[in-house]
């Protein structure tokens, strides 16, 4: 059981746009910055989202973060094949006094 | 270009040890806070434990506290993860990867270390 809870699953179609939500607590996400990653199996990670909205250089401006109290979520638009892939949320957690990651949720492009 | 480079995975038995090793480039390896982070077959990904820049503090997992070590090596750029007392469910992948800004922003490819009999 993880301490961030994402759907299990998520899926669209090309060219649709899909979000994929991340709810914590006040010990995370309602203190701490929220940061995504995706990744593919077999491949290394990639930081998709840092600081609840901010993209890293490279990331299209197709990928979008918010955060909002104990929950935040990541936005895709323009769906496309290639976004296949898992998608996890991660948060400092002050009580835990470490970093914890969101159960995963696999994008399915139809 | 910068890079992070994890070696050291494979099969140990239950109760054995292994250390892994990540050997960065392309960036001030000094400078910067790293971690360790995991992905078990079939789950998720998991924090295991973190390194301040000048190796002066180091925090874990409730999962590998008092198992796992941390350490760097300034000089040769490179830190590392000593496992000890491995159990089964140690199993996973093993992602070296940096901590800038309070988030995970360089990975390696990980190292796979299976702990079975």
């Known amino acids: 059981q993880s301490v961030l809870t994402q759907p299990p699953s998520a899926s669209g179609t090309p060219g649709q746009r899909v979000t994929i939500s991340c709810s914590g607590s006040s010990s995370n996400i309602g203190s701490n910055v929220v940061n995504w990653y995706q990744h593919l199996p077999g491949t290394a990670p990639k930081l998709l989202i840092y600081i609840n909205n901010q993209r890293p250089s490279g990331v299209p401006d197709r990928f979008s973060g918010s955060k909002s109290g104990t929950s935040a979520s990541l936005a895709i638009s323009g769906l496309q094949s290639e976004d296949e892939a898992n998608y996890y949320c991660a948060a400092w957690d002050n009580s835990l006094n470490g970093w914890v990651f969101g159960g995963g949720t696999k994008l399915t492009v139809l | 270009e910068v890079q992070l480079v994890e070696s050291g995975g494979g099969l140990v038995q239950p109760g054995g040890s292994l250390r892994l090793s990540c050997a960065a480039s392309?960036?001030?390896?000094?400078?910067?806070?790293m971690c360790w982070v995991r992905q078990a077959p079939g789950r998720g990904l998991e924090w295991v434990s973190r390194i301040n820049s000048d190796g002066s503090n180091t925090i874990y997992a409730d999962s590998v506290k008092g198992r796992f070590t941390i350490s760097r090596d300034n000089a040769k750029n490179t830190v590392y993860l000593q496992m000890n007392t491995l159990r089964a469910e140690d199993t996973a992948v093993y992602y070296c990867t940096r901590a800038y800004q309070n988030a995970f922003d360089i990975w390696g490819q990980g190292t796979m270390v299976t702990v079975s009999s």
């Open positions: 392309g960036f001030t390896f000094s400078t910067l806070w």
